[in-house]
């Protein structure tokens, strides 16, 4: 079992940059594929990054690739998402998730077993 907390949302001006941080409590980061998604209102959670449990290969939604990094510190047991270039659309609750799958459908969050409680994050133009 482990805790997630997310923390590091926040307002910004579009252009602006953020990163979020998830710390974890319980079994090591090193046993799971670490994720991160988001929920705008009125929408459904969609996946934004995911950094895989073997040898952490990292993969982006189409709609922040080439503007967000996804980093793991597996001894730290914390996961970070560096968001550059924010733009309005990026405005949602950022959640961290932890999965125990091999496989590559990061984005199918059936996969992930744990779930932080959310992180704001507002973009305004």
């Known amino acids: 079992q482990v805790l997630l907390v997310e923390s590091g949302g926040g307002s910004a001006q579009a252009g602006d940059s953020l990163k979020l941080s998830c710390v974890g409590s319980?079994?090591?980061?090193?046993?799971?594929?670490m994720a991160w998604f988001r929920q705008a209102p009125g929408k459904e959670r969609e996946f934004v990054a995911a950094?895989?449990?073997?040898?952490?290969?990292?993969h982006f939604s189409d709609s922040v690739k080439g503007r967000f990094t996804i980093s793991r510190d597996d001894h730290g047991d914390t996961l970070f998402l560096q968001m550059n270039n924010l733009k309005p659309e990026d405005t949602a609750v950022y959640y961290c998730?932890?999965?125990?799958?091999?496989?590559?459908?990061?984005?199918?969050?059936?996969?992930?077993?744990?779930w932080g409680q959310g992180t704001q994050v507002t973009v305004s133009s």
């Open positions: 998730a932890a999965g125990s799958f091999y496989n590559t459908m990061y984005g199918y969050i059936r996969n992930y077993n744990y």
């Open positions: 319980g079994r090591s980061f090193s046993s799971y594929t």
């Open positions: 950094s895989h449990i073997l040898g952490g290969s990292e």
